[in-house]
C-alpha cells in the first residue's frame, strides 16, 4: 500500500453510519442554546428588570389572589346570603388567600436567592480574570 492509496482505502461513503459518527458533534452548543439557565458562554450584561421580572410576577400575581381572596372572605361574612352561597364562598376565599399567600411569599423568597447568585457569579468572574491575568503572564 503506498501513501497515495492510503486515503482512498480509509474513506467513508457518506450514506453509511460510520460517516455520522464522524460528522462533527453540535450538542454542546445545542445544549446551552436549549438550556433553561443563562448560558457560560455568554457575558452580556443583563438589565434588572430581565433578573427580577420573575419574581416581580410571581409577587405581582399572588398579591392580586390574596387580594381577591380577602374581598371573597369578606363577602362571605358581611353579605346575607342563602346557605349554600355563604357556605361556597366561605371555602372558596381562604383558598385564595393561601394561594395569593403563598405565591407572595415564593417571590419574597426568590429576590434574596437572586441576589446572592448574582454576588456570587460577580466573585466567580472577578476570581476568573483574576486566574487569566496571571496565567497569561
Excluded at 433553561?36 to 410571581?58: A, D, L
Excluded at 380577602?70 to 381562604?94: F, H, Q, R
Aim: with cysteine; proline share 5%.
Amino acid at each position: 500500500m503506498t501513501m497515495e492509496t492510503l486515503p482512498k482505502v480509509l474513506e467513508v461513503d457518506e450514506k453509511s453510519p460510520e460517516a455520522k459518527d464522524l460528522l462533527p458533534s453540535q450538542t454542546a452548543s445545542s445544549l446551552c442554546i436549549s438550556s433553561r439557565s443563562e448560558s457560560v458562554w455568554t457575558t452580556t450584561p443583563r438589565s434588572n428588570w430581565e433578573i427580577y421580572r420573575k419574581p416581580i410576577v410571581i409577587m405581582s400575581v399572588g398579591g392580586a389572589i390574596l387580594l381577591f381572596g380577602v374581598v371573597i372572605t369578606c363577602l362571605a361574612y358581611t353579605l346575607k346570603l342563602s346557605k349554600k352561597n355563604v357556605s361556597i364562598l366561605k371555602m372558596v376565599g381562604p383558598g385564595f388567600l393561601s394561594l395569593g399567600l403563598m405565591m407572595l411569599v415564593c417571590g419574597l423568597v426568590w429576590v434574596p436567592i437572586i441576589k446572592k447568585k448574582q454576588k456570587h457569579r460577580q466573585k466567580s468572574n472577578f476570581l476568573r480574570s483574576l486566574k487569566s491575568f496571571f496565567l497569561t503572564r
